[in-house]
């Protein structure tokens, strides 16, 4: 599972289209999705169910710190999702995050 992620320099929103434009290009972009609502960046998982996974966004001086708040898995997920999520979570570290898991 991961705890939180931290981005150093930049905004939520420019990381969240990084993020899915790496995506696009990779069999896990068909199925995932992250976006900003409110204050909270919110990572779906959408096939054969829809998983949720909210985290809660804190500004700091240069970038932005998320933590995880709650998540909804889909039964159908819950056999894939450390490996969904490490798949993830790579994706985050190539685009300046640092993930905690």
Do not use: P, Q, W, Y
């Amino acid at each position: 599972m991961i705890k939180s992620f931290s981005v150093s320099t930049g905004n939520a929103n420019d990381f969240i289209k990084k993020v899915m434009d790496s995506l696009s290009g990779r069999e896990l972009g068909k199925i995932a999705s992250v976006a900003l609502s409110g204050e909270n960046i919110i990572i779906t998982f959408s096939k054969l169910g829809k998983s949720e996974v909210i985290f809660n966004l804190n500004k700091e001086t240069n970038g932005f710190k998320c933590i995880h708040a709650s998540e909804k898995i889909s039964f159908a997920h819950k056999a894939f999702r450390s490996d969904m999520e490490d798949k993830l979570s790579k994706v985050f570290e190539s685009n300046g995050a640092v993930v905690e898991i």
